[in-house]
T-cell receptor, first 110, second 115 residues
């Protein structure tokens, strides 16, 4: 699976949009981009995934660049409960393993 | 949505005992489940892939005789930490699902403390 690079930490004001970047410059054509988050002392929570089109669900939006070498997870209105470590992972659909990097610690401030 | 249940949430036991952790897929069948371990302030590390009806596949460096995995049904995988020692204290997390391009879903984890 391709490696990903994320900033170590980010801050965001409550109520504002949180934009979390991820670089995956070696992504291959059949690899999907997945985003998970982990709140302290809990298991990771699935957020969203995509291949090449932008995706949106009730939790977030995923913007993937045209060359697919990077993506951005957008939390439109961050709340204090969104404080967590966010992981960007690329995975080939037929390869079930998930390889977790260090992720981005997002801190939402009041 | 898909739910994965993990039990127990936490366990404290004496050194030398064995501990069993259960992972259940509640509303779907999972031929493959995964076991991860997470030490404080570190990321999740895959320990093994649990395959229904066959032997588990262990990652390099993980002792298969110490971490016994059984996946006897399509909704249940168990991880048994045998002869646990303080260095086995960690946060153990299972996941299931993920066929095709669908996401894996994770349990809430088991915090294991060996005294």
């Amino acid at each position: 699976d391709a490696k990903t690079t994320q900033p170590t930490s980010m801050d965001c004001a409550e109520g504002r949009a949180a934009n979390l970047p991820c670089n995956h410059s070696t992504i291959s054509g059949n690899e999907y981009v997945y985003w998970y988050r982990q709140i302290h002392s809990q298991g990771p929570q699935y957020i969203i995934h995509g291949l090449k089109n932008n995706e949106t669900n009730e939790m977030a939006s995923l913007i993937i660049t045209e060359d697919r070498k990077s993506s951005t997870l957008i939390l439109p209105h961050a709340t204090l409960r969104d404080t967590a470590v966010y992981y960007c992972i690329v995975r080939v659909g037929s390869n079930y393993k998930l390889t977790f990097g260090k992720g981005t610690l997002l801190t939402v401030n009041p | 949505g898909a739910v994965v249940s993990q039990h127990p949430s936490w366990v404290i036991c004496k050194s030398g005992t064995s501990v069993k952790i259960e992972c259940r897929s509640l509303d779907f069948q999972a031929t493959t489940m995964f076991w991860y371990r997470q030490f404080p302030k570190q990321s999740l590390m895959l320990m093994a892939t649990s395959n229904e009806g066959s032997k588990a596949t262990y990652e390099q460096g993980v002792e298969k005789d110490k971490f016994l995995i059984n996946h006897a049904s399509l909704t249940l995988s168990t991880l048994t930490v045998t002869s646990a020692h303080p260095e086995d204290s960690s946060f153990y997390i299972c996941s299931a699902g993920g066929t095709g391009n669908q996401p894996q879903h994770f349990g809430d984890g088991t915090r294991l403390s060996i005294l």
